[in-house]
């Protein structure tokens, strides 16, 4: 169905763009005035100059993500002439801290990837029913915890005393177990080690806009060590909006409107939606936004990275986002081939569920 529907609408597109060649060569050479597409595009332009946030400065851009890994030598060696004061470059992210090696999103796994020597987390946000912060993946807790119920629907209460080291391979490990971490607590342990922060937003409520403008003004070294991450644009456009200074980041893999998963050569991953019209509407979104993101989203909203499901991450994707000022980062990465490809050959930053045998950090 998704090819039928991206060929009806690569069809449509055609049709539009030849009629309006046509409309442009006839009046240009037969009425003598100026095309109504002229004017059209310059309204745009205005417009989206107007509803645009821009980047914060390059300093400090550089300041949280560090010397961009393709100015890298080929020793893996920051030259002098492209540091940013620390030297520091951003190489490896533990994705959720490193969710093989410790239960992910967990205290004990920001630790531990700090112990490891790695200088950059992803963690991820989600609010509970009394809109308390907390560092969660999933909207369900069945996964980590073995346990039902829906984040959005339990409160702080119900929610602290969970393990969620219960499905871990590694739980013998943990023989106190691990709860579950709030978000202060979590920003405050990677802020005293010096961490560089992902925070990646899976909320949908816009209460959440103010939830990070608020940790933002309660920990101001953020603006130096924070990534704002979505795939939701409007989320990050409204945070970005109110506090333009914020370091930003959208996120993106195929079929994300339409499938829970994605992999590669693999076949879809399962529909998110039964209702074949809800599905529909997913997979024109997707199409629709796919196109969008690298000609109008990421300008509009101002991001200064973007997280790439690794299998798509090519050097023509790169150079084409490099081209915009947008630095590419892939998700995730952990066979040890994989890691030497994105880092050796590619060189770009990549997140990783598990910081065993990593070397260069």
Same mark, same amino acid.
């Given at each position: 169905?998704?090819?039928?529907?991206?060929?009806?609408?690569? &069809?449509?597109?055609?049709?539009?763009?030849?009629?309006?060649?046509?409309?442009?060569?006839?009046?240009?050479?037969?009425?003598?005035?100026?095309? =109504?597409?002229?004017?059209?595009?310059?309204?745009?332009?205005?417009?989206?100059?107007?509803?645009?946030?821009?980047?914060?400065?390059?300093?400090?851009?550089?300041?949280?993500?560090?010397?961009?890994?393709?100015?890298?030598?080929?020793?893996?060696?920051?030259?002098?002439?492209?540091?940013?004061? /620390?030297?520091?470059?951003?190489?490896?992210?533990? #994705?959720?801290?490193?969710?093989?090696?410790?239960?992910?999103?967990?205290?004990?796994?920001?630790?531990?990837? !700090?112990?490891?020597?790695?200088?950059?987390?992803?963690?991820?946000?989600?609010?509970?029913?009394?809109? @308390?912060?907390?560092?969660?993946? %999933?909207?369900?807790?069945?996964?980590?915890?073995?346990? +039902?119920?829906?984040?959005? /629907?339990?409160? =702080?209460?119900?929610?602290?005393?969970? %393990?969620? *080291?219960?499905?871990?391979?590694?739980?013998?490990?943990? *023989?106190?177990?691990?709860?579950?971490?709030?978000? #202060?607590?979590?920003?405050?342990?990677?802020?005293? &080690?010096?961490?560089?922060?992902?925070?990646?937003?899976?909320?949908?409520? +816009?209460?959440?806009?103010?939830?990070?403008?608020?940790?933002?003004?309660?920990?101001?070294?953020?603006?130096?060590?924070?990534?704002? &991450?979505?795939?939701?644009?409007?989320?990050?456009?409204?945070?970005?909006? !109110?506090?333009?200074?914020?370091?930003?980041?959208?996120? =993106?893999?195929?079929?994300?409107?339409?499938?829970?998963?994605?992999?590669?050569?693999?076949?879809?991953?399962?529909?998110?939606?039964?209702?074949?019209?809800?599905?529909?509407?997913?997979?024109?979104?997707? @199409?629709?936004?796919?196109?969008?993101? *690298?000609?109008?989203?990421?300008?509009?909203?101002?991001?200064?990275?973007?997280?790439?499901?690794? %299998?798509?991450?090519?050097?023509?994707?790169?150079?084409?986002?490099?081209?915009?000022?947008?630095?590419?980062?892939?998700?995730?990465?952990?066979?040890?081939?994989?890691?030497? #490809?994105?880092?050796?050959?590619?060189?770009? +930053?990549?997140?990783?569920?598990?910081?065993?045998?990593?070397?260069?950090?």
């Amino acid at each position: 169905m998704h090819r039928i529907i991206e060929l009806i609408l690569n &069809s449509a597109l055609l049709w539009i763009f030849l009629q309006t060649l046509l409309s442009v060569l006839i009046t240009v050479l037969y009425e003598f005035c100026i095309p =109504w597409i002229v004017w059209g595009s310059l309204i745009i332009v205005i417009a989206l100059r107007l509803a645009r946030v821009s980047p914060p400065p390059i300093k400090t851009v550089q300041e949280v993500l560090g010397v961009n890994p393709f100015l890298l030598g080929k020793d893996n060696s920051v030259p002098e002439k492209h540091g940013n004061g /620390e030297q520091y470059c951003m190489r490896v992210v533990a #994705h959720r801290g490193g969710g093989y090696d410790y239960p992910e999103n967990s205290l004990l796994a920001f630790r531990n990837s !700090k112990g490891k020597g790695c200088s950059a987390v992803e963690l991820d946000l989600r609010l509970t029913k009394d809109n @308390i912060p907390i560092i969660f993946h %999933d909207p369900t807790i069945e996964r980590l915890t073995g346990k +039902t119920g829906t984040i959005s /629907e339990m409160t =702080w209460e119900e929610l602290r005393e969970l %393990d969620i *080291s219960y499905n871990h391979p590694l739980r013998n490990k943990f *023989s106190d177990g691990e709860k579950i971490a709030l978000l #202060h607590d979590a920003l405050q342990e990677c802020l005293n &080690s010096e961490q560089r922060i992902i925070i990646d937003i899976k909320e949908t409520r +816009t209460d959440i806009v103010q939830v990070v403008l608020d940790a933002y003004k309660k920990y101001p070294k953020l603006f130096e060590r924070g990534i704002v &991450s979505s795939f939701n644009p409007i989320i990050v456009y409204m945070i970005r909006k !109110k506090e333009p200074r914020i370091v930003s980041s959208l996120a =993106w893999r195929p079929y994300y409107f339409s499938r829970l998963s994605y992999a590669g050569l693999e076949a879809p991953g399962a529909a998110r939606f039964r209702n074949p019209f809800k599905h529909l509407a997913a997979c024109i979104l997707e @199409i629709l936004y796919e196109w969008s993101l *690298s000609r109008f989203v990421y300008y509009i909203v101002g991001i200064s990275a973007i997280l790439l499901h690794k %299998d798509i991450v090519n050097p023509r994707v790169i150079e084409r986002w490099c081209e915009r000022g947008i630095r590419v980062m892939a998700w995730t990465v952990n066979r040890p081939s994989e890691k030497t #490809h994105f880092s050796r050959l590619l060189k770009v +930053t990549y997140l990783t569920d598990t910081l065993h045998l990593e070397k260069d950090m």
